[in-house]
């Protein structure tokens, strides 16, 4: 019965469905915690989602192309500590653009090998995750890197700065989702990546370049993720060489949860973002609760899979899979 | 030409290209090196192999099924710290050395029931391996941290331990248990009903289906063989480390992962073997030591790694192009 | 043991509906022993319905199966399997990197203790069932090494793993060559002659002819009717087919053709098509006939630059270009419309819109942004030209018919306003209805001055819309005729490779 309203009020109900479970979980959080809903609070939950959040705006361009970024982890290790080592050495000035095309390399180099060689992008990218990892031991001599003068330098604004009372991180945030949902929804770059990522043989009858566009994704991946560093590097004022560990399945985590499928083709900027604040809603909503912190990892187990199942139920009209 | 192609050992190395590398390091290093080419050296490769060989025997099983399990780090450390943690509950304390017994067989078993919940789950909703398990690693390694509260256990009893200083002959016991685990999934997989099963399951789901094979169930075997395999792995590290850290097993889900592509099993599934696998986590492990053993960082072995897997990828699809016979798309 | 006077399989009033359509409209049908019993009917006719409800994959909502005279029930294959009843695929589905003999008892490996596989029984007991199909490799043979017409021998034997009553074979032929056609054959009569019933579904007259001892007609999901093959001809079993006479009307149109627009010289691909030249004029529509595999889709892939040619020239309005991506070739004003719609054509999910705008978009702006107006202009203005059937333009093109669907990858193409369309298999799993509408618009394209080439598989299509038929075999043009010289004969013997004088 319920399966069957579902697939008749149809699409409708399963794409906003991550919208439901978000107010659901903001308004349990809030009848549970009266701090959830401060102003404070809120803006503090969406400050410590910036970082995740920029990373997971590229990996949706990517994941719509077709492809997975499981390199963005290491990546982030690799452009954090090279901005923050160099940002003493020849001045954030330089320290930035230096970092900036360092990591753009990265991200060709993902696009090349994904992109004009047709690799599958989920071995590349496990590879590159290694091979930049490793990259970073060797640049820090495996040590961690900090800025001296934490105080004294412009740099700071980036992760610890407000612009009319907004944090910066927030600011830069909803900036570049904004572009990017922009770039994806109306401009013809965005109508390409959504075909190649659909039907990559009907893109290329239709003359659609699509090496050159999953190339691009890749780019865009990479650009995202030296902001990220940019942030990073800028709130803590130094780096640990690994400190990028674990945060490409966190950033798929909201990708996936956003409702984009892995299958490329489909899947909403903004979603992720909405995806991106549900996540850290959770941790911030457990964490008033005075549940552990690692709680977070638990329900997020719980909230990824019952999301996509129920968008899978949707698309097959039934709740449980036919196969015996 | 004739000769190569007659010669069987060479045709054996065709088929499994991963040895071939895997006898050059050998070579090079055994050359290179003063202290690779020695016994007891070989006795600790096999016993570095054996942590993430153990998973990726199960990781084979399930790649050759069309999945993939991104959760086993998280098991293999859940499954350490019940190891670790279960033989100083009160309860057990008057068991002597016994007391290693129950601990051990419900680490095992939660590594199971971790394997069977997310079986189950791919089985009955339909989502995909890779995002279940995806979830799966994240909410596990929670588990992990909640149940541990973010601390390490230390084993009390030195029985336990000292297990990993045992010896089989001129085998340590670790590496015999790697190895009898790989017999015993080799034999699985080429002889039994259910090994044969996994090949069509992954190679063509709906003839498998059509076929009568009860897929879901089938699957979640397979989930749950990986699950114990891990489960294994970690009780085993905890033993080589007298204790269980809450981050015990980070990561290796992509070593894992990137012995088994090594050793020519298809992330598409239908395709693949354990001598492949072994052929795989030898050439990491002896890559590993060898350049241990050269005092270079161990920063390199990641690059190096990194790139072996994207040029065996490269390799493998200039030599088996498709057959679509020059379409460009 | 089986009664010869009792039907082998017998369907009753057998009626299937899917979420809007009837699929089946009260289907008799039945199978005596060692008949052959043909069904027949157009795409979407209900034959694969029909089929699977056989098999055991979908159950009728009314109607009953009858299996020597009981009523049964299956709601696997297993089940049907269990029955007698076993169904050969279209599509081969066995296991690549699995031996023939596990493929031939896939599902039900012989087991010794532990669950080990008894490989003895297995081999032997395939390889005796190989033998039995006269097939020349052994079962322990991986499958991926076989040819595709072994694997389906493959797919055979398995059927003969049970004391099958009645075999279903969906169109058997798609894949094969004449002399593995002939072996194929030999099997179902050998099969026919142990007294298994044969149900053979295919759209091949001739070979149903051959076959047959009955032929049933589907059409539009409701039978049509039983006739018996030795006193029936081909014009009645088209005329239940497709409700009326087969239509081999020629194209009439008066011929008035302007200059060259394509022309190809020596264009040769080894292995694909070799030394092909040809050309066509604006307002004319060329005709490539040929049977599957023939060269006609590579030579379209080749001009719309997805391949490279060894050799040749192609000239476009009479300067040579070159051509090395579709970029180019849309350029230089090549359209392809492609053979497989859903693979090629289209983005399935994707609205229609944005479907027949995707080769342009980067030309459909106003600043940085797509142009939605002149995105909706072009789809309004080829939604009423095609007379396309779409709620919206937002629908995602998955979910239109077959036919709708052609029009939107033909709409697509058109708004490119290219100086040369090529369409290959243009009607292919299209009803009817919508087939006449193509053709017809192949036609005004063409008075409308576009050169057209169509690749067809078809004779009535390439009759009814060419003025210029180019017959090809094995890679190479064998003629080329105008459409008042053709002749049914002498094109069938073209495109199989008979060399006939031009006298003729």
Redesign the interface.
């Known amino acids: 019965m319920l399966m069957t309203r579902l697939k008749a009020g149809g699409p409708a109900i399963a794409k906003q469905g991550i919208l439901v479970a978000f107010i659901v979980f903001m308004i349990a959080f809030s009848l549970m915690s009266d701090r959830f809903l401060s102003a404070d609070n809120i803006m503090s939950v969406f400050r410590q989602s910036a970082i995740i959040g920029v990373m997971a705006i590229g990996a949706t361009i990517v994941v719509i192309g077709g492809n997975l970024d499981l390199s963005v982890g290491s990546m982030l290790s690799f452009a954090t500590v090279l901005v923050v080592d160099l940002h003493d050495k020849i001045g954030p000035e330089l320290a930035i653009p230096v970092m900036v095309l360092a990591t753009l390399c990265l991200g060709a180099i993902n696009g090349f090998l994904i992109g004009i060689l047709r690799l599958n992008s989920l071995i590349v990218t496990l590879g590159m995750l290694s091979a930049i990892q490793g990259l970073v031991l060797i640049y820090s001599g495996g040590q961690n890197v900090d800025i001296v003068d934490q105080r004294g330098t412009w740099f700071a604004i980036f992760g610890r700065g407000a612009v009319f009372g907004i944090a910066t991180p927030i600011i830069i945030f909803g900036t570049l989702a904004l572009i990017f949902h922009i770039i994806m929804t109306t401009m013809p770059f965005g109508r390409r990546v959504h075909a190649v990522g659909g039907n990559p043989t009907a893109s290329v009858f239709s003359g659609i370049p699509r090496s050159r566009v999953v190339f691009m994704t890749y780019l865009i991946s990479a650009l995202c993720v030296a902001i990220a560093a940019i942030i990073l590097g800028s709130r803590v004022m130094g780096s640990q060489n690994n400190v990028g560990q674990g945060y490409e399945l966190q950033v798929l985590a909201a990708v996936i949860l956003g409702g984009t499928s892995l299958l490329g083709g489909s899947g909403s900027i903004l979603r992720t973002v909405l995806g991106v604040l549900m996540l850290a809603f959770i941790q911030n909503g457990l964490i008033l609760m005075g549940q552990p912190y690692y709680t977070q990892w638990l329900v997020t187990w719980v909230v990824i899979i019952v999301a996509v199942w129920l968008d899978v139920a949707a698309k097959r009209g039934r709740l449980f899979s036919p196969i015996a | 030409m004739a000769y190569f192609y007659q010669n069987p050992a060479l045709r054996w190395l065709m088929r499994n290209p991963i040895w071939g590398f895997v006898l050059i390091v050998f070579i090079f290093f055994s050359l290179a090196s003063d202290h690779f080419f020695d016994a007891r050296n070989f006795q600790n490769i096999l016993v570095q192999t054996s942590t993430i060989g153990l998973i990726a025997l199960g990781m084979t099983l399930v790649m050759i099924n069309g999945n993939i399990d991104l959760s086993v780090g998280a098991t293999l450390a859940l499954a350490a710290a019940f190891a670790v943690d279960v033989q100083s509950w009160a309860m057990f304390t008057t068991w002597g050395n016994w007391q290693i017994l129950p601990a051990v067989c419900l680490a095992l078993l939660v590594g199971i029931a971790m394997g069977a919940i997310n079986g189950f789950i791919v089985w009955k909703t339909g989502v995909d391996a890779f995002i279940v398990t995806l979830g799966a690693m994240l909410g596990i390694r929670g588990l992990v941290f909640v149940y541990t509260g973010e601390q390490s256990f230390y084993a009390m009893n030195f029985a336990y331990s000292d297990f990993s200083a045992l010896s089989v002959g001129p085998l340590p016991v670790l590496a015999v248990i790697f190895l009898l685990c790989v017999l015993a999934v080799h034999w699985l997989l080429s002889r039994t009903v259910h090994g044969r099963n996994t090949y069509a399951v992954g190679g063509n789901r709906e003839a498998a289906v059509n076929a009568g094979i009860r897929v879901g169930p089938h699957m979640m075997i397979n989930f749950m063989i990986i699950g114990f395999l891990a489960a294994l792995s970690g009780v085993l590290l905890s033993t080589q480390m007298g204790a269980a850290t809450p981050n015990l097993g980070r990561d290796y889900e992509l070593w894992v992962i990137t012995a088994v592509v090594l050793g020519g099993t298809k992330l598409t599934g239908g395709k693949g073997d354990i001598i492949g696998t072994l052929g795989g986590v030898l050439a990491i492990g002896i890559l590993r030591n060898g350049m241990n053993l050269m005092q270079v960082p161990a920063f390199y072995v990641y690059v190096i790694l990194g790139s072996i897997l994207i040029a065996v990828l490269f390799l493998d699809k200039r030599f088996n192009a498709s057959t679509d016979g020059g379409l460009r798309l | 043991m089986n009664d010869p006077r009792e039907p082998a399989l017998r369907l009753q009033g057998i009626v299937k509906t899917f979420p809007g359509v009837r699929a089946l409209d009260g289907v008799d049908f039945e199978v005596m022993p060692g008949e052959v019993h043909a069904l027949l009917g157009e795409n979407g006719a209900g034959k694969s319905t029909l089929m699977k409800v056989l098999a055991g994959?979908y159950q009728p909502d009314e109607g009953q199966i009858i299996i020597a005279g009981q009523p049964v029930r299956m709601t696997?294959?297993?089940e049907a399997k269990a029955q007698g009843v076993v169904l050969i695929h279209q599509e081969l589905?066995?296991?690549?990197?699995?031996s023939a003999a596990?493929n031939i008892y896939?599902?039900?490996?012989p087991?010794r203790s532990?669950?080990?596989?008894d490989w003895k029984t297995l081999e032997e007991r395939s390889n005796a069932i190989l033998t039995r199909l006269k097939c020349k490799f052994r079962a322990e043979v991986t499958v991926a090494h076989l040819s595709i017409a072994n694997q389906q021998m493959v797919e055979i034997a398995r059927a003969l793993t049970v004391d099958a009553r009645v075999v279903v074979f969906d169109e058997p032929t798609a894949s094969l060559t004449d002399a593995e056609k002939v072996v194929l054959f030999d099997i179902i009569n050998d099969l026919k002659a142990q007294g298994v019933g044969i149900v053979y579904i295919s759209h091949r007259m001739d070979e149903i002819f051959t076959l047959s001892d009955r032929i049933t007609v589907l059409r539009d999901g409701a039978y049509r009717g039983t006739l018996t093959t030795a006193e029936t001809n081909e014009d009645e079993v088209t005329r239940l087919m497709i409700g009326r006479s087969l239509d081999l009307s020629r194209n009439e149109a008066p011929r008035d053709f302007g200059k060259t627009m394509l022309e190809v010289q020596k264009l040769t691909?080894p292995?694909?098509f070799e030394d092909v030249s040809f050309s066509v004029r604006a307002g004319e529509v060329v005709g490539f006939y040929g049977l599957v595999g023939a060269g006609r889709t590579?030579i379209a892939?080749t001009l719309?630059?997805?391949?490279?040619p060894d050799s040749g020239e192609i000239r476009i309005d009479g300067e040579p270009v070159a051509i090395s991506?579709?970029?180019d070739?849309?350029a230089h004003g090549i359209s392809?419309v492609?053979e497989n719609r859903k693979?090629?054509?289209?983005?399935?999910?994707?609205t229609c819109r944005?479907n027949m705008t995707?080769?342009q978009?980067?030309n459909?702006?106003t600043g940085?942004?797509?142009s939605q107006s002149a995105e909706l202009a072009i789809f309004d203005q080829y939604r009423d030209k095609l007379a396309i059937k779409t709620p919206s333009w937002r629908q995602s093109a998955g979910v239109l018919s077959g036919g709708n669907q052609q029009k939107i990858v033909i709409g697509?193409w058109l708004s490119m306003q290219p100086r040369v369309l090529i369409v290959d298999e243009p009607t292919r799993g299209i009803d009817v209805g919508s087939k006449s509408e193509i053709h017809q618009l192949l036609r005004d394209l063409a008075a409308q001055g576009y050169a057209v080439i169509v690749i067809s598989s078809e004779m009535p299509e390439v009759l009814r819309v060419s003025d210029r038929i180019v017959a090809m075999y094995h890679g190479r043009i064998m003629r080329e005729f105008t459409i008042d010289e053709v002749t049914e004969d002498s094109l069938v013997q073209a495109i199989s490779g008979i060399k006939t004088t031009e006298a003729a």
């Open positions: 994959m696997t294959p297993i589905s066995l296991v690549p990197e699995m596990e896939l599902g039900e490996l087991r532990l669950g080990r596989v691909c292995g694909l590579e892939e719309f630059g997805l391949r490279v991506s579709p970029r070739a849309i392809l492609p693979e090629q054509g289209l983005v399935l999910q994707m944005d995707l080769p978009v980067q459909l702006t940085p942004f797509v697509k």
